[in-house]
């Protein structure tokens, strides 16, 4: 029923601003009604990424959904790409995806949503951050710049603490489930992944893990849904942050 379809479609986007989104939207600050520039770029960066992920798996089951009608598929791949960053609701069959279109879920359930929202993953600020920080390297600026603003080295480190730290947690998850059981990768990973993200897709291969990688994925869940970062803090006392008071000699390293 494409009402309901777009009636949760629309709570799970709400879900995935986050709450702080939501006061700067309906309660803003600026007597102009002006918006912060993070809920521009949360605002942004969802709008891409449910376009993105929306027309890729369209493209990619276009002829795997051959005899739906039209305007249904362009449903099905709307809810598809909207409730991978966040949800796991499905009205499609997952484990009978083409695998290019269960990988661009991966991608989108490795994502996430925003900050302070019901979503798990690193985080759509985490993953803009990223983005303009590699943007900015390949040009070889110093600073890297959204929108007339610099952010700043803090948030940077804690978006690469972010990004190194969950894919160590995936590939440590994924070996072990992989040694405990005897299933396809792929769906070992989708499983994976899906748990990073707190999305709660799946192949279908759920009921036939073992015991032991179901309590793996838990920790995964959890580390999720907490955030890798806030975990961080808590076992290096807040750190990270920490200014040196002397520099060494600087080392160039060959690379690459």
């Known amino acids: 029923h494409i009402p309901t379809l777009i009636t949760i479609m629309v709570l799970i986007i709400i879900g995935g601003l986050g709450f702080y989104t939501l006061k700067d939207l309906i309660f803003p600050e600026s007597k102009k009604r002006k918006l912060k520039l993070q809920t521009k770029i949360i605002l942004i960066a969802s709008t891409s990424l449910i376009l993105f992920g929306a027309i890729i798996i369209l493209i990619l089951q276009w002829n795997q959904w051959n005899d739906i009608p039209f305007g249904l598929k362009i449903v099905n791949a709307l809810f598809a790409s909207v409730t991978s960053r966040i949800a796991g609701f499905s009205n499609i069959d997952i484990g009978n995806l083409m695998i290019p279109a269960a990988m661009i879920i991966i991608i989108l359930m490795y994502i996430g949503g925003a900050p302070n929202s019901t979503a798990g993953g690193i985080k759509i600020t985490t993953f803009t951050t990223l983005f303009f920080t590699i943007k900015a390297f390949i040009k070889g600026k110093d600073n890297v710049?959204?929108?007339?603003?610099?952010?700043?080295?803090?948030?940077?480190?804690?978006?690469?603490?972010?990004?190194?730290?969950?894919?160590?947690?995936?590939?440590?998850?994924?070996?072990?489930?992989?040694?405990?059981?005897?299933?396809?990768?792929?769906?070992?990973?989708?499983?994976?992944?899906?748990?990073?993200?707190?999305?709660?897709?799946?192949?279908?291969?759920?009921?036939?893990?073992?015991?032991?990688?179901?309590?793996?994925?838990?920790?995964?869940?959890?580390?999720?849904?907490?955030?890798l970062f806030t975990i961080a803090l808590a076992i290096g006392k807040d750190k990270i942050s920490e200014k040196s008071k002397y520099k060494f000699p600087e080392l160039n390293l060959m690379v690459g």
């Open 145 to 227: 710049e959204i929108s007339w603003n610099t952010i700043g080295n803090t948030t940077i480190r804690r978006a690469i603490i972010i990004l190194i730290s969950s894919i160590v947690l995936i590939f440590t998850a994924l070996l072990l489930l992989n040694i405990f059981n005897d299933l396809p990768f792929f769906d070992l990973m989708f499983e994976t992944f899906s748990a990073f993200g707190n999305v709660g897709l799946s192949k279908g291969i759920t009921s036939d893990l073992s015991e032991f990688s179901k309590i793996i994925l838990v920790i995964v869940m959890f580390m999720g849904r907490v955030g």
